[in-house]
């Protein structure tokens, strides 16, 4: 009666509660797991302001599903509506604003283009493949296109129906694949403009294709609803299984080298999901989920030095991303950027032209579906330093391939050469342009000597005598000593002594002790001023007169030459 009342909410008196109610059932107690960890959960989108978009761009309308856009360091690419034929437009990147109408065209197509990459190793390369059966390279110069561009490097001709897929091999040089509506899948050495090897392992439209970190494997998706890994180089399926099991196409990903993939697709009832993979079994999935119900299809993004994986789909206004893990369920949800305005394509700039002032990690180029817009939306992790952040940029690819396309055609693989996000130097080491590098030998430079040392230089040094003829010498010390001879000497005597006048002295330069009496009046001024112009125009008229003189020497001499 007098103890301490029990509180209401006190945990025992809840158990004794629910032990009352039900008696029969046992208690379970439920643990709430706290908020997972990461410096990327508060990453944003950040849209860039109206002069640094590109505004005035027909983009095309094709349903095909493709990205139509491609970035680079240098330039951007746009797929544009054209009356016939296929054509695209190369900006230079710093080119904001508003565009001409009538900007500088890629046209050397016959057919509506599918697909354009730039080329991972030489920013003035690009690659396009059209519905007109074939694949084309261009070279871009450094000021852009100054007229239309119908003149190409090379031209792929192997495939019998439309091209709708070109990937750069990520470490090999000249490397290109293809994937066309002939159910096949070709790789070309464009250095010599021929076919390595034909994949004609899929019966059916092939929906995407992805190389891992190194290029050793292939991973594709295919109208027939299911996954392969393939070797590229033998044409051999690795492994194989059914995907998703939607009727809209799918889309596939390499999850950098740990083995995984990551695909989206659609389920029975049409809503989209996601599922992560292991390239070794793909009977089942190791995780999946529902993203949504809507009907666009989904595009995955991979940044292998986040590991972070950004989904957008095709029509939608948000990009969703997750972050990748060791441990299951391998994936995890971030965050979303959410926008009015439905994409039409999302080209993505690559690691090496960020800002990393700014702490972006991710720089995606979106086309406004319903306007003639190309908006950049950088994804920034919030940082209130603006140096360096080592956590956020490790090492990222550079722009050098790390095999030459005979030694991967050989079998020979390799990782990616690394650069550094703060130098922006390669950390691999170049051996033969070590080798063939010329070492300069550099010449020591002579001490500095005091100034004591040089006085004892100087007196310790021989006299030597002078044995010329005293008139000689005198001569020399005329030149040598107050020269109170020579011109210089007596305009200076002139200017800085008196001036003469009928009658009195008046100092030109008088010394002004106080303010007063002193100071020159203004027709001493005005008068020596008067004299100084007279002397000019004296020296002026001997400078003339000596030099027709010289003139007329000048003729003889060559009279008398000819002579």
């Known amino acids: 009666m007098f103890g ?28 709430f797991k706290g908020v997972r960890s990461s410096k990327f959960r508060h990453v944003y989108g950040e849209p860039a302001k109206r002069d640094k978009c590109y505004e005035n761009i027909q983009i095309t309308k094709n349903a095909h599903d493709s990205q139509f856009c491609a970035v680079n360091p240098k330039f951007l690419a746009v797929v544009t509506e054209v009356a016939g034929g296929g054509a695209y437009i190369v900006v230079p990147i710093n080119c904001t604003g508003r565009l001409d109408f009538n900007a500088s065209r890629v046209t050397g197509h016959s057919g509506p283009i599918l697909d354009i990459k730039w080329n991972p190793f030489n920013d003035n390369v690009i690659a396009s493949c059209s519905d007109d059966c074939t694949i084309k390279l261009w070279h871009i110069p450094d000021d ?3 007229m239309h561009l119908n003149d190409w490097l090379v031209e792929l001709q192997g495939h019998k129906r439309r091209v709708a897929y070109i990937e750069w091999h990520p470490v090999a040089e000249n490397i290109l694949f293809s994937a066309g509506f002939d159910h096949l899948i070709i790789l070309w050495d464009i250095e010599r403009g021929e076919a390595i090897n034909v994949i004609d392992c899929h019966p059916d439209a092939i929906h995407s294709m992805s190389l891992n970190r190194d290029g050793s494997l292939l991973a594709t998706t295919c109208k027939d609803k299911r996954l392969r890994v393939i070797e590229p180089r033998s044409g051999i399926v690795k492994s194989e299984g059914i995907c998703h099991e939607g009727s809209k196409a799918s889309k596939v990903v390499y999850l950098g080298s740990t083995g995984r993939l990551l695909t989206t ?24 989920d529902t993203i949504d119900s809507s009907s666009g299809i989904v595009f995955p993004f991979y940044d292998p030095d986040t590991n972070i994986v950004f989904l957008a789909g095709k029509g939608d206004g948000n990009i969703r991303f997750y972050e990748i893990c060791d441990e299951s369920p391998y994936i995890h ?22 800002n990393t002032l700014q702490c972006e990690i991710y720089r995606f180029y979106k086309l406004h579906a319903t306007k003639g817009l190309c908006e950049p939306i950088s994804m920034v992790v919030p940082r209130k330093s603006d140096q360096f952040h080592e956590d956020l940029y490790p090492d990222t690819a550079a722009a ?32 033969q342009a070590i080798k063939q590098r ?12 005091d100034n004591n040392k040089r006085k004892f230089q100087f007196l310790s040094t021989e006299t030597v005598p002078d044995y010329r003829p005293k008139d000689v010498q005198d001569e020399k010390s005329k030149k040598t000593t107050t020269n109170q001879t020579t011109k210089f000497q007596q305009l200076q005597q002139r200017w800085s002594s008196t001036i003469e006048e009928p009658g009195k002295d008046i100092p030109l330069f008088k010394e002004i002790n106080s ?37 007329e020497l000048e003729e003889q001499i060559r009279k008398l030459t000819k002579l």
């Not at 050989?410 to 170049?430: C, E, F, I, W, Y």
């Not at 010329?438 to 000597?449: N, Q, R």
């Open 144 to 146: 852009g296109l100054a």
């Open 4 to 31: 301490e009342p029990e509180k209401e909410n006190s945990p025992q008196k809840q158990l004794s509660t629910i032990d009352n109610r039900s008696c029969t059932k046992p208690v379970t107690r439920i643990w």
């Open 333 to 354: 949800y971030l965050s979303q950027v959410i926008s009015g305005n439905p994409q039409r394509g999302l080209g993505f700039m690559p690691k090496r032209g960020l």
């Open 515 to 551: 303010i007063g009496d002193n100071i020159l009046t203004e027709h001493d001024l005005r008068l020596a001023y008067q004299i100084q112009s007279d002397e000019v125009k004296k020296l002026k008229k001997q400078l003339s007169n000596s030099e027709h003189r010289v003139r």
């Open 400 to 431: 050098k391939p790390s095999l030459s396309a005979q030694e991967w055609i050989k079998g020979a693989n390799a990782p990616p050469v690394l650069m550094s996000m703060r130098t922006g130097q390669s950390l691999a080491l170049d051996i």
């Open 265 to 288: 697709g659609f389920s029975r009832h049409s809503d989209r999901r996601y599922a992560v993979w292991d390239e070794n079994n793909l009977s089942s999935p190791l995780f999946g």
């Open 438 to 449: 010329k070492f300069v030998t550099k010449t020591k430079e002579a001490p500095v000597i």
